[in-house]
């Protein structure tokens, strides 16, 4: 079944299913969210309580990955299930939500140089490492992220200002990119920036691994750990450029599967935009032997007040 959306220039299909699989669909998104966003919520309330966290730079921006990945998982939760309820959202309002996505979905790629940059500086230059990573320059760092990811999502809002009229933001939409900001030369500008992007955080990951691969043997113990955290990171790139080629999987699929449209959406949808964000609890959560211990005790609320750990500034 479908339902169409029609105003003065636009017309804007929205697809339903039934009721019972919009039922399980909501349910099997909701709680994936719910579990992936208590495991991210928890790594995030443990950096705050332990100073051995955040007086480090790689857990500094490890945690900015962190809350960025919950800000995805929770918009594409949210819009998941208003889709269902109430079908379309006034333009204006989905604009929002769509920058605020944007915004977060630019920033991960960016945050992951970073951390690869400073695996390489902390085996390659050990002695200048806590000269050149700081608490205030790695702040510095995510202020420039943000102001980069901030640049890049603007033009979207000023050409649909300039372009499109005052009735559209006042109309709704099925909440998509592409059906709030509609003019092809955006689709060209996001093409290129997620192009350039894309190309220079993967430079940034091999120049690190290959100078960190030929490390001097002295350090060899630190440089393995450093090559594979590298590696997660790279894993970790691949997964956010499924973003960009999402639209080229659903239409390649749809066009083998014509019928299985809705179900070709999902399944998708699930594995680009949810599954992505249970790599970041394993890289550093589960694979870190600090934040580990540490994480042990608040997801399984065994904390007490006579097992918490003193406050130290001793580095992880």
Not at 141 to 164: D, H
Not at 268 to 285: A, D, H, N
Request: charged share 10%.
């Amino acid at each position: 079944m479908n339902l169409s959306n029609t105003g003065s220039n636009f017309t804007t299909t929205v697809y339903r299913d039934t009721l019972n699989t919009a039922i399980m669909k909501n349910v099997i998104t909701v709680v994936l969210c719910i579990s992936i966003n208590y495991v991210n919520s928890t790594l995030v309330y443990t950096f705050s309580k332990h100073q051995v966290f955040n007086v480090n730079p790689r857990y500094i921006l490890y945690i900015h990955l962190v809350i960025n990945d919950i800000i995805l998982l929770s918009l594409f939760t949210l819009l998941h299930v208003l889709s269902y309820i109430v079908y379309t959202l006034n333009v204006s309002l989905c604009i929002v939500l769509v920058m605020i996505s944007i915004f977060a979905s630019l920033n991960n790629p960016l945050t992951l140089a970073v951390m690869a940059v400073e695996c390489y500086i902390a085996v390659c230059f050990p002695l200048r490492h806590t000269q050149i990573c700081t608490v205030r320059k790695t702040y510095v760092v995510i202020g420039l992220i943000w102001a980069i990811s901030i640049l890049s999502i603007l033009p979207y809002l000023f050409v649909a200002l300039a372009t499109e009229s005052l009735e559209f933001f006042r109309s709704s939409v099925f909440c998509l990119r592409v059906n709030v900001f509609r003019d092809p030369n955006l689709t060209v500008k996001r093409d290129v920036s997620n192009s350039v992007c894309m190309v220079i955080v993967w430079l940034t990951l091999f120049y690190t691994y290959f100078r960190i691969l030929f490390a001097a043997k002295a350090a060899a113990t630190d440089a393995k750990k450093a090559r594979n955290t590298v590696l997660l990171h790279s894993f970790q790139l691949l997964l956010c450029m499924l973003t960009y080629v999402y639209d080229l999987i659903t239409q390649g699929l749809t066009f083998l599967f014509p019928n299985e449209v809705l179900a070709i959406r999902f399944t998708v949808s699930i594995f680009i935009q949810v599954l992505p964000r249970l790599i970041s609890p394993v890289v550093y959560g589960l694979r870190d032997k600090t934040f580990r211990k540490y994480l042990k005790r608040y997801l399984l609320c065994t904390t007490s007040a006579n097992n918490h750990p003193q406050t130290t500034l001793k580095r992880a």
